[in-house]
C-alpha cells in the first residue's frame, strides 16, 4: 500500500535553519547563504523521505517563517507599508513577520496566531480594500523542480483558497466573498502551471474545513472549488485536511471531482464513521491519516491496519499517510542518547514516522501480517508493562472536593484589600516574566549541564544576573518586579524538570514560530511535585526590593498542552494531577512571603476542541477548574496573576473571567487591541493589561505610539483595573531593545497619570 506525508519539519535536525536565519538577521551572513542553507536542507529531507520508501513527497513545505505567509506572498497579499519599504523580495518577506525598523522605514509585524489546535505560530494574512489577489511567485514550481532534478518526484502543497480567505484579517470593508473571483483566477493559473509542467498531484490544505461551517461557509468553499476543479489540467487535485473530521462538508466533498480526499484519522472523531455511513467514491484515492503527525509515541500497528482492512473491505483505494503535517514533531530520536531504551522504545518522531508509514505499508500488503517479526514487534511493546503510575498521586487526586476549586472571598472584594495593601499607582507597570536570554546567561546554564560549573558557581552566576534585573527594573522604574528568569531554559520544561513523571530530550526541538524552535517535554507518567522549584529565586529577588515581586510560575493547562502528553490516561487527568503539583509551589510561595504570583496559561485555548459544540464538555469544564484548583488557597491579599498570549481569545472572555485570577496579561498588540470590545461587551471582572507592544518584534515603540495604545485601551477598561505591560516575555529579545521599549512603556504610563 502507497504512504503519504503531508509536510515535514524544515528546521533541520539541529536547528540549522533558525541559525542560519538568525545570522541573516544580524548580517553575519548574505541572503545567498542563507538561500544555500536552506536548499541543502530541503534536499536532506526529499533524500530521507525516497531513501524510507515514501510514495507521496510533498514539496514547497518548506518556509523561512510561515507557510501561510508564502501563500499570502505567492498570491500578492502583501500590505502597502510593506512594499513601501523598498526592500529585497526576502526582506520584504521578513519585515511581514518581524516589523522593520530601519533606514527605510518602521512598520510592525503582521498578526500571529497559533495554527488551529497546534503549538505552532501562522503569520495573519491583511488584505486591504485595494489588494490585488493573483498569482505572484515561483517558489511552488522552484522546489518542484529541485527536488526532480534529484530524482524525486513530489506533490507540491499549498494552502487551499478556501483556508486562506478563512484566515485572512480584511482590514477594510470587503470580506472574503469579495475576493473569491480573484483567488480563484489565481489557483486555476496554479493548477495550468502544474498541468503544463507534467506535475502529477498538487495538495491543497484545507484544515479550516475541520472547522464549524455555517451555510455561508459551504456556500464559499463551493463558490472556489466548483469553479477549480473545472479547470482543465491533467494535474490531479488532493484535498488535504487535518485537525479533526469534515462532517458539515464530508457528503458534498465525496460527489465533487477531486482527484484524492486527505482525512484525519487520528483526530478526526467521526471521520471513520462518515465513511462508513456515506461511503468514499471508487474514482477517488482516500489519504488516510493514521499516522499522528501530533505526537511522538509509536503507533499500534494492531489499531492501524484494522482500519486500514476495514477500508480496504469497503474496496476503498487507500494511502496512509500522516494525520497532519511532521512539522509538529521533533526531527529524529537518533539525537537522543541519554534516555534508556526502556522509554525510546515507546517513541517515534518525525524520521522514525517515515518508517512506520514504510512498515504499515508493507504490512497491510499482507494477507498474513500477523506472522510478521514487525508487526510482533510492535504487538509486543503494546502488550508491556509501560510502569507509568504512582498510587499517591491518584489518592490524593481522589480526594480533592468541590471547595477546593472555588477562592474566597468573592473577586470585586479581594482586588479591594489588594489595593489597599499593594498602593501602587494607577496604571501600574510590569512586565510578564522573563528577561532577555543574553550569551552569558545560556553559555552559564550549559556549563553547568555539562558539569564545567559547580552548582554553587551557577546558582551565584544567576543571583548576579537578578540582582541586576531587580536594579535595572528599579532604575527604568516598573511598578510590580520580576526576577528575570535567568534559571530557566523554557517555561515548561523547567517546571517538567523538576516534576515527577516528565522525560526530557537533548535535541528534540520542534518549531512554534519563525526562529522560535522549543523542546517539549514528554509526560510519561503520573505528576506530582516532592520540593519547591522557585521559591529560592523569588524569595531572594524579593530580598532585593521593596517593590512586590512576582513569583512565576506555568499553569497546568500549559504544561500539559506544551508537553508530549500520554495518550493512556485523559487530558482532564493529566491536568489535574499537574494543578495539584502547581498549587503546591503557590502555596509556597505565598508562605515565604511572595505577595503576587503569576501562573501562566498562554497555551490555554490550544487544545480547545475545534468545535464549539465540545468546548466545554470535552476540555473547558475541567481546564478551567484545574486553574482554580492552583491558587484557591491563598489569602485575599495575595494577588493572583495569569497570562495569555498568541491565539483567538475573543470568543471564551467568559471562560477566562471564569479563572478567577485578579489579573490576566494578554497579548493584543499584533492584533490591533480587536480584545478590547470584547472584554467591555462581557463585563470582563479581571484587571487586565493587554500588551502595548509587541516583544515578537526587535522594533522599539515610541513613547507617544505606547500612550495612544494606552489612551484606547482606556476607552475599553476602567482606569482602576487597566495594567501596563509588554504582551509577553522579553526572553528572545536583546538587552538595548528591551531597555529602550520599557523606559517608553514606563514613561508613556506615568504621562498617562499625569493628564488624569
Known amino acids: 500500500m502507497k504512504t503519504s506525508v503531508i509536510g515535514f519539519p524544515r528546521i533541520g535536525t539541529l536547528r540549522e535553519l533558525k541559525f542560519a536565519s538568525e545570522k541573516y538577521f544580524r548580517n553575519e551572513i548574505d541572503e545567498e547563504q542563507l538561500k544555500q542553507t536552506a536548499a541543502e536542507l530541503r534536499k536532506t529531507h526529499w533524500n530521507l523521505q525516497k531513501s524510507a520508501g515514501i510514495d507521496f513527497i510533498s514539496s514547497n513545505d518548506f518556509s523561512f517563517y510561515d507557510i501561510v505567509l508564502d501563500t499570502a506572498v505567492l498570491l500578492n497579499i502583501i500590505p502597502k507599508r510593506y512594499k513601501e519599504l523598498g526592500l529585497s523580495e526576502l526582506d520584504t518577506y521578513f519585515s511581514m513577520a518581524r516589523g522593520y525598523q530601519g533606514e527605510h522605514g518602521d512598520v510592525k509585524a503582521l498578526a500571529m496566531k497559533k495554527w488551529f489546535n497546534t503549538n505552532y505560530h501562522y503569520i495573519v494574512p491583511e488584505v486591504e480594500d485595494d489588494t490585488q489577489i493573483k498569482l505572484s511567485g515561483d517558489k511552488l514550481w522552484n522546489e518542484y523542480d529541485e527536488a526532480e532534478e534529484l530524482g524525486i518526484v513530489t506533490k507540491p502543497m499549498i494552502t487551499g483558497a478556501y483556508t486562506m480567505l478563512k484566515l485572512c484579517r480584511y482590514t477594510g470593508n470587503k470580506s472574503a466573498a469579495d475576493y473569491v473571483d480573484d483567488i480563484v483566477k489565481a489557483y486555476k493559473e496554479l493548477l495550468q502551471t502544474c498541468g503544463k509542467k507534467q506535475i502529477a498531484w498538487v495538495q491543497f490544505d484545507e484544515p479550516a474545513l475541520v472547522l464549524d461551517m455555517s451555510d455561508e461557509d459551504k456556500k464559499l468553499f463551493h463558490e472556489i472549488y ?40 487520528i483526530e478526526g472523531k467521526q471521520s471513520y464513521e462518515l465513511v462508513s455511513k456515506f461511503g468514499f467514491p471508487k474514482d477517488k484515492v482516500l489519504f488516510a491519516g493514521l499516522v499522528n503527525g501530533k505526537n511522538i509515541w509509536k503507533n499500534h500497528y494492531d489499531k492501524t491496519l484494522k482500519i486500514v482492512n476495514e477500508l480496504a473491505d469497503k474496496c476503498i483505494d487507500t494511502v496512509i499517510s500522516t494525520s497532519c503535517s511532521l512539522l509538529h514533531v521533533p526531527y529524529t530520536l537518533g539525537n537522543e542518547e541519554k534516555l534508556s531504551k526502556e522509554y525510546t522504545a515507546y517513541f517515534s518522531f518525525a524520521k522514525e514516522k517515515l518508517v512506520e508509514l514504510n512498515e504499515l505499508g508493507k504490512l497491510a500488503d499482507k494477507k498474513n501480517y ?29 480526594k480533592v472536593k468541590e471547595d477546593d476549586y472555588i477562592r474566597l472571598p468573592k473577586r470585586s472584594e479581594r482586588q479591594k484589600l489588594q489595593k489597599e495593601e499593594f498602593k501602587l499607582p494607577e496604571l501600574p507597570t510590569t512586565t510578564i516574566g522573563s528577561f532577555p536570554q543574553t550569551k ?11 558539569g564545567e560549573k559547580t552548582e554553587q558557581e551557577y546558582i551565584e552566576f544567576n543571583k548576579k544576573k537578578i540582582a541586576e534585573c531587580v536594579n535595572w527594573q528599579e532604575e527604568i522604574g516598573i511598578d510590580v518586579l520580576v526576577h528575570g528568569e535567568y534559571e530557566r531554559n523554557d517555561m515548561v520544561e523547567y517546571f517538567g524538570e523538576s516534576l515527577g513523571g516528565f522525560l526530557f530530550t537533548q535535541k528534540a ?46 499553569g497546568p493547562v500549559t504544561i500539559l498542552n506544551w508537553s508530549f502528553p500520554r495518550e493512556d490516561i485523559s487530558i482532564k487527568e493529566s491536568i489535574s494531577q499537574i494543578a495539584l503539583a502547581i498549587r503546591d509551589e503557590v502555596l509556597d510561595l505565598e508562605a515565604n512571603g511572595i505577595k503576587v504570583i503569576q501562573i501562566d496559561e498562554a497555551a490555554l485555548r490550544e487544545k480547545l476542541p475545534l468545535r464549539k459544540t465540545d468546548w466545554y464538555k ?53 492584533s490591533d487591541l480587536q480584545i478590547l470590545d470584547s472584554l467591555r461587551e462581557n463585563n470582563f471582572e479581571t484587571e487586565a493589561g493587554p500588551g502595548v507592544y509587541d516583544i515578537h518584534s526587535p522594533r522599539v515603540p ?55
Open 618 to 670: 470535552e476540555y473547558l469544564d475541567f481546564a478551567i477548574p484545574a486553574f482554580r484548583l492552583t491558587h484557591s488557597g491563598v489569602k485575599p491579599e495575595t494577588q493572583i496573576h495569569t497570562h495569555m498570549c498568541y491565539s483567538e481569545f475573543t470568543d471564551i472572555i467568559p471562560a477566562i473571567d471564569d479563572m478567577d485570577a485578579d489579573v490576566i496579561t494578554f497579548e493584543a498588540s499584533r
Open 702 to 756: 515610541s513613547v507617544e505610539e505606547i500612550t495612544n495604545v494606552l489612551k484606547l485601551m482606556l476607552t475599553k477598561i476602567e482606569r482602576g483595573k487597566l495594567w501596563v505591560n509588554p504582551d509577553c516575555g522579553l526572553k528572545t529579545r536583546g538587552v538595548k531593545e528591551s531597555d529602550a521599549s520599557l523606559r517608553n512603556m514606563v514613561l508613556a504610563a506615568e504621562r498617562l497619570r499625569e493628564e488624569a
Open 226 to 265: 466548483d469553479e477549480l476543479l473545472a479547470c482543465s489540467t491533467d494535474t490531479k487535485i488532493l484535498l488535504q485536511t487535518y485537525f479533526g473530521d469534515i462532517r458539515d462538508i464530508y457528503e458534498d466533498v465525496i460527489k465533487m471531482s477531486f482527484a484524492g480526499i486527505g482525512i484525519d484519522f
Open 440 to 450: 552569558d546567561v545560556k553559555a552559564n546554564r550549559s556549563a553547568f549541564k555539562r
Open 370 to 398: 500477523c506472522d510478521d517479526e514487525v508487526y510482533k514487534k510492535n504487538h509486543e511493546l503494546f502488550n508491556g508493562n509501560r510502569n507509568c503510575t504512582n498510587a499517591n498521586v491518584s489518592e490524593r487526586l481522589s
Open 509 to 554: 526541538w520542534v518549531q512554534s514560530y519563525g526562529t522560535r524552535c522549543v523542546k517539549p517535554p514528554i509526560i510519561w507518567g503520573d505528576v506530582y511535585r516532592d520540593k519547591p522549584i522557585t521559591v529560592e529565586w523569588s524569595v531572594y529577588a524579593q530580598s532585593l526590593t521593596k517593590k512586590l515581586m512576582k513569583g512565576m510560575l506555568t
